[in-house]
């Protein structure tokens, strides 16, 4: 099993491009997350999916859209990119009825914008 | 809201014990979780407590006092490969399995 997996793991844009984070997951996860990790800081939420074909805004969803695919696939889209969202960005997934708070995190792809 | 603080950084030598605090508030409590994250990686899962009382895994421990909103990560016998970053979660008030994260407490451990 790969697990959460992202792509690309680097990405440089110029202020005002657009591009789409991939993210998949194997583990037949019902929820999946976008998160955004900025220097010392922690992870905060972007976007969520309960589960398949839902969606929903988290702590700052401005400047992304997102599509859950289908169960494995969930997707991170920045319309006109901004030098504020260089980040890290993690996708992660957990089972929606899990209890234990247990998320499963991919590698994360780091973005940088000019 | 929910917020949580974390001490921003904690230094120890190898071989010894730290604690690692985490205070929070939250108008629905669904359990205290803590991740560890090293330099250029992802936060992986080390710990839940939903009710009071300590959870033991191996070197590592948390602690949860639901009546102090207070919880702590204990590390023990500590190891060079220990560095990283920690962060203790809280879940959601709505619920589901929506995470609110603290801002990490970097852990440095010295020879």
């Known amino acids: 099993n790969a697990g959460v997996t992202q792509t690309p793991k680097f990405q440089v844009l110029k202020t005002g491009q657009s591009m789409t984070l991939q993210c998949a997951q194997d583990?037949?996860?019902?929820?999946m997350y976008w998160y955004r990790q900025d220097p010392g800081m922690g992870l905060r939420l972007i976007y969520y999916?309960?589960?398949?074909?839902?969606?929903d805004k988290g702590e700052v969803p401005n400047g992304y859209n997102v599509s859950r695919l289908n169960k494995r696939e969930f997707s991170l889209r920045l319309e006109s990119a901004a030098p504020s969202q260089t980040s890290v960005y993690f996708c992660?997934?957990?089972?929606?009825?899990?209890?234990?708070?247990?998320?499963?995190f991919g590698p994360g792809t780091r973005l940088t914008v000019l | 809201g929910q917020s949580l603080e974390q001490p921003s950084e904690v230094t120890a030598v190898e071989g010894a014990i730290v604690q690692i605090n985490c205070t929070y508030q939250?108008?629905?409590?669904?359990?205290l979780s803590w991740y560890q994250q090293h330099d250029g990686g992802a936060p992986t899962f080390l710990s839940y407590?939903?009710?009071?009382g300590l959870e033991e895994t191996g070197r590592f421990s948390s602690f949860l006092s639901r009546s102090d909103s207070y919880g702590y990560l204990l590390l023990q016998e500590l190891q060079m490969k220990d560095s990283a970053s920690y962060f203790c979660?809280?879940?959601?008030?709505?619920?589901?399995?929506?995470?609110?994260f603290g801002t990490g407490t970097r852990l440095l451990v010295s020879p």
């Open positions: 992660a997934s957990s089972p929606s009825a899990g209890v234990n708070n247990e998320q499963f």
């Open positions: 583990m037949n996860h019902n929820s």
């Open positions: 979660a809280v879940r959601d008030r709505t619920g589901f399995q929506k995470l609110v």
């Open positions: 407590n939903a009710l009071d």
């Open positions: 939250t108008s629905g409590f669904y359990g």
């Open positions: 999916s309960a589960s398949e074909g839902t969606t």
